[in-house]
């Protein structure tokens, strides 16, 4: 058995407002810009703000001096607001405790990879992760999910990924085979989902929780045992 886990709204909160939507009100940009922002922003390494400003300047063609002191806030805010969601680190410790490898699959650009870091430095460190802007392509890309389950050494089927949403998470997991945990925790996000999961139009994650505080280590014990009613 190994356990991925989506970081961003799975294992850790951060700004209530994505960073592509942020810069686009901030530099004044069209919305057509947001899709564009988000490609550039979690499939390249940017190093420091300085070198997205120059990318984003580049681009867009925006004020030098506003898409710095924009980009610089921004930043920062996605290293300073990270914060952990409850549940995670219990179950993240219980994991450790019981010697269950676990690793992660996430979308997060540079700043909210830092911040994860100082959250959590020994995971980060030593524990598998398959993140976006290091790795250059972007869930839902099956592809993704094909390289973390090859770097376990295990078939799909032994592989379990936790995430927040069925579209980026449950969705292509299933598509190679691995199990699914749907952490529900906000349901408003995820409706048009829900309701065609609840329909039968979209077929049911393998498990679905409220938060991580719902799960231990013993859950993914006993299920992965055949000893666990579906939720």
């Not at 997991?173 to 925790?185: D, N, Y």
Request: hydrophobic share 40%; net charge negative; charged share 20%.
């Amino acid at each position: 058995m190994f356990i991925y886990f989506d970081i961003g709204f799975t294992l850790m909160g951060g700004p209530s407002q994505g960073p592509a939507r942020r810069l686009v009100e901030a530099l004044g940009l069209p919305g057509s810009a947001r899709s564009v922002l988000m490609d550039i922003l979690f499939t390249h390494p940017f190093a420091d703000a300085e070198q997205l400003a120059d990318h984003i300047g580049g681009l867009f063609h925006t004020s030098d001096s506003l898409t710095r002191e924009t980009v610089r806030q921004l930043w920062r805010a996605q290293i300073e607001e990270a914060y952990l969601l409850p549940g995670a680190s219990t179950l993240l410790a219980q994991l450790q405790e019981q010697k269950i490898p676990f690793g992660f699959i996430s979308n997060i650009w540079s700043p909210f990879y830092e911040g994860f870091r100082q959250l959590l430095p020994k995971e980060s460190l030593c524990c598998p992760g398959f993140y976006s802007f290091q790795q250059g392509i972007a869930k839902p890309e099956p592809e993704l999910y094909r390289r973390a389950v090859q770097q376990t050494g295990l078939s799909a089927e032994q592989v379990i990924m936790v995430g927040d949403t069925y579209t980026m998470d449950v969705a292509p997991a299933r598509q190679l085979g691995l199990k699914t945990v749907w952490v529900l925790h906000r349901p408003h996000k995820e409706l048009p989902e829900l309701v065609a999961v609840v329909n039968g139009s979209l077929p049911k994650p393998d498990v679905t929780v409220a938060s991580l505080e719902s799960l231990s280590a013993d859950h993914f014990r006993q299920w992965m045992a055949g000893q666990l009613n579906r939720e």
